[in-house]
């Protein structure tokens, strides 16, 4: 069993930057892709960002390419997503996830095992 606990939410203006981290507890999840998703209030969860378990391979979604950088710190066991020229549209609950599939698809939702609570973030115009 992975618990993971997102941290690094908060308050943000517009055009500003924050870096969510997102920590394993229980069991590592060296061996785990990790993902990040966002859901805005009456909206549907989008996808953010992932990287393999390997470290080698990252995604992005569409609103996130250029802007967000993910990646992931094996000595301390956690993966990092940092958002730069944040907007308002990026207010959402921001979800972390990880994957034990073989071949997953990390676009998908569906392809992940364990979640996290979820971190707000908030961003001002």
């Known amino acids: 069993q992975v618990q993971l606990v997102e941290s690094g939410g908060g308050l943000v203006q517009a055009g500003g930057s924050l870096t969510l981290s997102c920590a394993a507890s229980?069991?590592?999840?060296?061996?785990?892709?990790v993902g990040w998703f966002r859901q805005a209030p009456g909206k549907e969860r989008e996808f953010v960002a992932a990287?393999?378990?390997?470290?080698?391979?990252?995604y992005y979604g569409e609103a996130a390419k250029g802007r967000f950088t993910i990646s992931r710190d094996r000595a301390t066991n956690t993966v990092l997503l940092q958002g730069n020229s944040l907007k308002p549209e990026d207010t959402a609950v921001y979800h972390c996830?990880?994957?034990?599939?073989?071949?997953?698809?990390?676009?998908?939702?569906?392809?992940?095992?364990?979640w996290g609570q979820g971190t707000q973030v908030t961003v001002s115009s």
């Open positions: 996830a990880a994957s034990s599939m073989v071949v997953p698809n990390l676009r998908s939702q569906n392809d992940y095992d364990y």
């Open positions: 229980g069991r590592s999840f060296a061996n785990y892709a």
């Open positions: 990287i393999s378990w390997s470290g080698s391979h990252t």
